[in-house]
């Protein structure tokens, strides 16, 4: 299984680095995640985004669409662009540190 | 003790499930459909309409004709449940008490969650094929199309049939070439997957046929606006794709009313259900069937079909206080037509993805591969709908669970 070090931590991730073990996370390891995924600086806006997202996903198992989180987070499908270009709900479930969302059927 | 059981929706699931229900359960027990106007469709034949492969008055029926004897039927607007009075309120203000509820109102367009989906532009040179009066519509608009680029969109899952929209693609390429101008024609697949459908094998032979036909296929692209007069779709990161007719699918929700009733759905007003006894999350006496459902399943008839079997017996074990029977395994069943009289056939489910080999045994349908056989399975389809699943009735051979005996496990690689 392949790892990553983020914060000086050695964490398991899968092919696409996604976070295998959403406990392996902590909140230093979050910038670093970001950065390597083409975002320089996490505003506020995109923390609100990404706690949300650790919410719902020990509520449900699983991380939100887009269209849930824009429904849902307080922060518009528009504006959720902005914040994550490369498609919000991947990369901030990957920032966040946990699984890919399931897609649907 | 007289109880009743109140059934939402008289569509696919409803109506099948009331049928069913009747059956087995005796006159004690009273059963009330409601829905709220009187023309059932068959929504497969939809995606012909366009090519005057169908008309709508050959795809729509009085919805109570198809309940038995022994059915009540209530036409009204559903305004709310109240899971702690068990009692559904009507547009008429009033209400109807339940011991069991029946959740089976399927998905609503919610094309106005689109920005510009229904601006200028809309059922002009924008539409869609998921509701009657947009395929009416898009039939008038392929009279007068006569060349340019025809771009097919969904603009997010979920989706009722998700292959629908491929077979739209399939069919408007052979209608062309009929018509001699395909050549002038440029049709282009629009998908926010990162493929063309969403179980990988299946993928790979379905953008294989687009490509065949000359399909161009435009990937993970999340439409944030349909400019009509422009002629552009764009997307919520900037892309965008020009289009002289674009028919879009809009996206679905829950009914509305489901949000309206506290604790009985989600964001997007689907019901939370348990993936095996088809009960719902809510409350005990509540059960979903069909598209209603948040299940990781298609929406699709052949899945609400074969719900109906293990609804209706867990429907019976709760009114007699016995454990459910949780054996309902996502399967799924789909005719995907391609055009040229042929069609292809996948089977799955939550499980096992659409692999090729045959249905239900290795002597039965061609799975995964164009076959004039599967097009005629599809055509049959329709008087099935009327004749067996509404009614009904079990398929000879075809029973609830998926059939494995006829699936290649290890797909050949091409
Ligand atoms: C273009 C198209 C092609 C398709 N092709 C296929 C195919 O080839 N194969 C296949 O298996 N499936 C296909 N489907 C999908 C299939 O039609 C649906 O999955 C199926 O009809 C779902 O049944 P249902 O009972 O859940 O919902 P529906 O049959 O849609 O019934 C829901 C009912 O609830 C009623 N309702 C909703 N809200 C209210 C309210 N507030 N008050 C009162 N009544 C209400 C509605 O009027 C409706 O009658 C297709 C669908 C479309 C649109």
Redesign the pocket.
């Known amino acids: 299984m392949p790892t990553a070090t983020y914060a000086g931590k050695n964490v398991a991730v899968n092919d696409e680095g996604f976070f295998e073990n959403p406990d392996e996370w902590t909140e230093e390891m979050a910038p670093e995640i970001a950065r390597a995924s083409g975002i320089d600086e996490l505003t506020e806006q995109h923390w609100r985004v990404l706690k949300f997202m650790r919410t719902e996903y020990a509520e449900k198992g699983t991380g939100p669409t887009v269209r849930v989180l824009g429904k849902t987070s307080g922060v518009s499908v528009k504006e959720l662009y902005e914040l994550f270009p490369k498609g919000p709900a991947k990369t901030a479930a990957k920032i966040a540190g946990i699984p890919k969302p399931r897609g649907c059927i | 003790m007289v109880e009743r059981i109140v059934v ?7 109506t099948l499930a009331a049928n069913r229900l009747r059956r087995v359960l005796d006159d004690r027990v009273q059963i009330v459909v ?4 009187d023309s ?1 469709v068959y ?2 034949g ?2 012909f309409v366009p090519f005057g492969l169908a008309r709508l008055d050959e795809i729509i029926r009085p919805r109570q004709r198809q309940l038995r004897r022994g059915i009540d039927y209530r036409q ?3 305004e709310r449940v109240d899971l702690e009075t068990e009692r559904v309120w009507l547009g008429d203000g009033t209400a109807l008490e339940y011991d069991v509820l029946v959740v ?5 367009l919610v094309a106005e969650e689109t920005e510009g989906l229904l601006g200028p532009g809309w059922l002009e040179k924008v539409f869609t ?2 509701t009657p009066e947009g395929a009416a519509g898009l039939h008038d608009a392929f009279t007068w199309f006569d060349g340019g680029r025809l771009v097919v969109n969904v603009v997010d899952m979920p989706i ?2 998700p292959v ?1 929209p491929l077979e739209f693609c399939f069919l408007a390429d052979w209608y062309f070439q009929e018509l001699g101008i395909r050549d002038r024609v440029g049709i282009t697949y629009v998908t926010p997957l990162d493929g063309a459908f969403t179980k990988p094998v299946a993928s790979a032979t379905l953008a294989g046929l687009l490509e065949e036909k000359g399909v161009e296929l435009v990937t993970e692209f999340n439409t944030g606006e349909v400019d009509g007069p422009g002629g552009r779709l764009v997307s919520y990161d900037g892309r965008e794709v020009g289009f002289d007719l674009a028919v879009v699918v809009p996206l679905h929700s829950g ?3 489901v949000g309206r009733s506290p604790g009985l759905g989600d964001e997007l007003n689907f019901v939370p259900t348990d993936e095996h006894t088809l009960q719902s999350k809510a409350r005990q006496n509540v059960f979903v ?4 459902a948040n299940l990781p399943v298609s ?6 079909h074969f719900e109906g079997e293990i609804l209706v017996e867990n429907i019976r074990r709760f009114l007699s206080g016995k454990p459910l029977d949780g054996s309902y395994d996502g399967h799924a069943n ?2 995907i037509e391609s055009g040229f009289h042929k069609a292809l056939l996948i089977d799955f489910n939550y499980e096992t993805e659409p692999l090729p080999g045959h249905f239900p045994t290795s002597v039965g349908l061609p799975l995964l591969k164009e076959s004039r056989l599967n097009h005629l399975g599809k055509l049959m389809f329709q008087s099935f709908y009327w004749h067996r699943l509404l009614p009904g009735r079990d398929i000879p051979g075809v029973g609830s669970a998926m059939p494995d005996r006829g699936k290649h496990r290890e797909p050949s690689r091409s």
């Open positions: 939402l929706g008289g569509g696919t699931g409803g409601v829905d709220q106007d059932h929504q497969p939809l995606l009204a607007a559903i089976a109102t399927g998905s609503t094929f998921y009722k049939c629908a009914a509305a009313y069937i069909g598209d209603a929406k699709a008839g052949s899945v609400t789909c005719f």
